[in-house]
Each structure stands twice: as C-alpha cells, then as structure tokens.
C-alpha cells in the first residue's frame, strides 16, 4: 500500500511551516540586536533552535551559543518542547 498522499502533503506543510517560523525568529532577533525593547539573543536561539533538526550547521552553532549563553538556554529548552508538542504527530 502506498502512502497517504494527505499525509505527506500534511508533513510537506508541517516541514515549510517550521522552516518560515525560524526564520522569523532569527529575523526578529536581527531586529533585537538593534531595539531596545526586543530580546534580540533569545529571538536568534529560538530561530536556531527551530531549524536545528534541519541542518547539521545550525546544530553546531546553536552549541556555540548554549555554552556562551546559558540562561537563554534554559529558555530555549522550554520552547523546544513546547514546539514539539505543538508538532507532534498523534
């Protein structure tokens, strides 16, 4: 039997959906960096945390980043699982 073409387009939408959500996080800490009122770090390790799954590269700087900031991973933590709840397949 093949698979369910619903839920590949499901998992295709799911995929492209992560992809635009780090990326407007990242976005928005480029933004932080800049104004006073946004969190620009946490904004870019969230972005990062978020395509992490995605590519070696991110993964290894988002490592960085956990060493030299550490509060703001803890955050980082807590968002990832809630992301992954959000996404999990049930």
């Known amino acids: 039997?093949?698979?369910?073409?619903?839920?590949?387009?499901?998992?295709?939408?799911?995929?492209?959906?992560?992809?635009?959500?780090?990326?407007i996080f990242i976005l928005l800490g480029i933004l932080g960096l800049f104004l006073p009122f946004l969190q620009g770090i946490l904004f870019i390790m969230v972005g990062l945390a978020i395509l992490s799954s995605r590519s070696k590269t991110i993964q290894r700087l988002l490592k960085h980043l956990e060493e030299r900031y550490p509060r703001q991973h803890e955050r980082i933590v807590i968002w990832r699982e809630k992301i992954k709840k959000r996404f999990k397949k049930d």
């Open 1 to 23: 039997m093949g698979a369910n073409p619903e839920g590949i387009a499901m998992e295709k939408f799911k995929n492209m959906g992560m992809l635009v959500i780090g990326w």
